[in-house]
């Protein structure tokens, strides 16, 4: 079955380090590929997304995620987090093929900012 | 420009009252269009998804109904609330770059 991982629920670090969420989906063939903040009592705001091409893809605030096609992951990074990237971060997978209802989201990870 | 409004941001509601949440997408035609809710902790569960007018598509049976009246209105009810319906209610309209989603209503049932 298709599915869309992230296995961390949790995660805190200091402001001014570095973070990566991870995000690992199984599907038959490469999907597109997205990754949603959400702010709490907010809806989603997209950071970035992968279609096709370079694996490396730029988004918002600073944040990028790589594609790797062996590992099927798509981890979201951020060179120093800031204490206003507090919040919940969401990986998506949707696949062409599929129904219009067929965007996967991940459980979500949420990310605590320590001063 | 593309636009997606969601109301009401918060609502609090007795057990067994009626619910409506109403959610309308401007700049575009014919959306896809979904309502999605997120529960405490936890992550995205798709409710309901509609590809046009008075098309509803129903991901998990539930005490909730949506109804699509016209191209860019898509309306989430229940007849009578469950304390289990209580949660983050999302409307999102999918476009060719993912999807866009309204602010959300929080909804708790008391």
New interface residues.
């Given amino acids: 079955a298709q599915s869309v991982t992230q296995p961390d629920i949790h995660i805190t670090v200091s402001e001014g380090a570095s973070l990566e969420l991870r995000c690992n989906y199984s599907y038959g063939a490469t999907p597109y590929l997205f990754w949603y903040v959400q702010s709490p009592g907010q809806g989603l705001q997209l950071l970035l997304k992968y279609f096709s091409g370079d694996t490396l893809v730029q988004g918002i605030k600073g944040f990028e995620a790589e594609f790797k096609r062996s590992q099927s992951s798509f981890n979201l990074r951020k060179p120093s987090v800031h204490w206003s990237d507090a919040a919940e971060y969401f990986c998506a997978v949707y696949h062409q093929f599929y129904n219009n209802n067929d965007m996967r989201f991940g459980a979500g990870t949420r990310l605590t900012v320590k001063p | 420009s593309q636009t997606i409004h969601?109301w009401p941001a918060t609502l609090v509601q007795p057990v067994g009252s009626p619910l409506s949440l109403e959610c309308t997408v401007e700049g575009t035609s014919n959306p896809?269009l979904?309502w999605y809710r997120q529960a405490a902790g936890?992550?995205?569960q798709?409710l309901f998804?509609s590809?046009g007018i008075g098309q509803i598509?129903s991901?998990v049976p539930q005490n909730l109904s949506a109804s699509r009246p016209q191209d860019r209105q898509f309306i989430l009810s229940s007849k009578k609330l469950l304390l289990s319906d209580s949660g983050?209610y999302?409307c999102?309209w999918?476009r060719a770059?993912?999807?866009?989603?309204?602010?959300?209503t929080?909804l708790t049932v008391v």
Avoid at chain 2, 97 to 102: E, P, R
């Fill in positions: 969601q896809n979904y936890r992550g995205l798709l998804y590809v598509s991901e983050f999302l999102a999918s770059d993912g999807y866009t989603f309204g602010s959300g929080r």
